[in-house]
T-cell receptor
Framework: DAGVTQSPTHLIKTRGQQVTLRCSPK?????VSWYQQALGQGPQFIFQ???????QRGNFPDRFSGHQFPNYSSELNVNALLLGDSALYLC???????????FGDGTRLSIL | GQNIDQPTEMTATEGAIVQINCTYQ??????LFWYQQHAGEAPTFLSY????GLEEKGRFSSFLSRSKGYSYLLLKELQMKDSASYLC??????????FGRGTSLIVHP
């Protein structure tokens, strides 16, 4: 039974570029959340998807957008990358809201 | 909004007991999660408290007092592998857990 899988593992981009990160939830889970974790900080909530709709959104600009597909997998898109976007991006899945979230290993994004 | 306060770093000896405290303020409250995160790895779920009291799960226990906005994680019989960051995450009215900066626990021989 596969857990949450994310791709790619690492990514290097330059300022102004765009990036797409991908996530497959744990089998049986229907809710996907995305977090940004800077070094030495806790994960910061970006947004949550359920039934292919963005259900909740954290304090992130519109440059951050996402999508959820019918098979519950999800993508995080970031446009016009800034140096400050360098971080570990974590995907977490759960069965519904307010249930323990299971995290993927994350994508480490570096902006040069 | 939500404010979460937990110590930045703690050290303890192998075999000992350590208590990691967390105080929080939330807009609404639906429960509190504790996660463990080893360096360079993803957070892993430890516990979830909805009602007041102590929840015990093996060497780890978690306590919640909703009226005081207070929780703690108790780790017994510490092992070297328990060296990690421990994240307190209350869930508010939106049902989205908000993570604190975490407490870095260092276990030494």
């Amino acid at each position: 039974d596969a857990g949450v899988t994310q791709s790619p593992t690492h990514l290097i981009k330059t300022r102004g570029q765009q990036v797409t990160l991908r996530c497959s939830p744990k089998s049986g889970h229907d809710t996907v959340s995305w977090y940004q974790q800077a070094l030495g900080q806790g994960p910061q909530f970006i947004f949550q998807y359920y039934e292919e709709e963005e259900r909740q959104r954290g304090n992130f600009p519109d440059r951050f957008s996402g999508h959820q597909f019918p098979n519950y997998s999800s993508e995080l898109n970031v446009n016009a990358l800034l140096l400050g976007d360098s971080a570990l991006y974590l995907c977490a899945s759960s069965l519904g809201a307010n249930q323990p979230q299971h995290f993927g290993d994350g994508t480490r994004l570096s902006i040069l | 909004g939500q404010n979460i306060d937990q110590p930045t770093e703690m050290t303890a000896t192998e075999g000992a007991i350590v208590q990691i405290n967390c105080t929080y303020q939330t807009s609404g409250f639906n429960g509190l999660f504790w996660y463990q995160q080893h360096a360079g790895e993803a957070p892993t779920f430890l516990s979830y408290n909805v009602l007041d009291g102590l929840e015990e799960k093996g060497r780890f226990s978690s306590f919640l007092s909703r009226s005081k906005g207070y929780s703690y994680l108790l780790l017994k019989e510490l092992q070297m592998k328990d060296s990690a960051s421990y994240l307190c995450a209350p869930s508010g009215g939106s049902y989205i857990p908000t993570f604190g900066r975490g407490t870095s626990l260092i276990v030494h021989p």
